[in-house]
């Protein structure tokens, strides 16, 4: 470790237990999505990084801090405060930040509020360092990550209110940085039938049917549900030759049917059903391809099937990403590991949608870090963070951006 790793480590050290406070504080401002309520959040987010130095904006209750100059790249930093509801089977309040064993537990204590933490107080050790930096960081706090992001990120990045050269998300498993993202689809099939007595009139095949049959939308759905188990099949066979990250165990692409709903009651033809899946590719599989395969079949399907009426949605695409390793960023990073965790660390996938895909979009080179853990139940009942995991991640985001907006002169 250089003297100026050490310094900016310290600094984190020296501020361990006010990095535990405001990340207490931000667990104990609920920020459910649904239903989306940000104001107070945003408010307490935008204070504190006036308070620590940053000039500050806020745009649609997403947060954002900066600092530094043009003689240099430009580093954003992303975390996002909203978390999932906090559902039910707690055994404690999900929005008292209790600490017990080295760990803190509520609802976003992992996801996402821990990123949020790091983010800002390794600005903070920077800050506070009084180095001379050659660029700009930019920290972000956004919401609406947890349905896709359209109001955060990609909502920031879309009005061009940031843009950067580089990124780190904050929003990902712990230990390894992760440099390669999985692709994904999510799809929406809607198929309208026609409604009839279910016991007289069923939807038969001819000839025992009449003009009064039904047509019935979930049967006209099973094709399409086995297609795409059977796709997933298929998916069995590629592996992706990318490090798994900490607790995954899964090395292929997987399709979700996630939903599906339909239908009136027993004694009535459906005359709708919809099916919601999401598919995620490792980042060997492209992504159009697919999307390209299940189109191409519902055509074979229509063209087969003239009473066949399937409206096909796909609202969220995105291809995978994998790093250049050998990119001065990539390096810095890699550095980043080994002053911190004292040992080079390689880089992992990650087979999660996040707001990482919206910075990869933009052509910005984009890694992810964080804090999650197979027993931080993020998602779930009695979420929790590691203490040394959240130090830990306020570590990795200041000493990258040490190594990139600093040079020794
Ligand atoms: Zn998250």
Redesign the pocket.
Known sequence: MDEYEKLIIDKIEEKREDTIEFHRQLVQMPSENPPGRYKDISRFIRNKMEEIGLNTKSKMNNVIGEVGNNAGPTLIFNA?YD?VEKFTSWKRDPFEANIENNRIYGRGAS??KS?IAAEIYAAKALIDSGLDFKGKLIVTAVND??LGGLGGTSYLLNRNIINGDACIVG?ATADYPIGYLFGAIFLSFIIRGKQSHGFLYPDLPPPNRSKYSGISAIHKMVPIMNFLLDMQEDFTKTETKYPNPTDCSSRISSINLAMVEGGTKISTVADHCQLQCSIHTIPELDVEKIKTRILNYIEKLKQEDPDLEIIVQIPISYNPYIINTESNFAKTIREATKAVYGEFREFKFSN?T??AHWFVEKGIETIMI?T?REDNF?HSADENVYIDDLINTTKMFAITALKYLWEET
């Open positions: 996002h978390t996801d996402d990123c990550e947890e929003d999660c996040t707001d964080g999650f993020i």
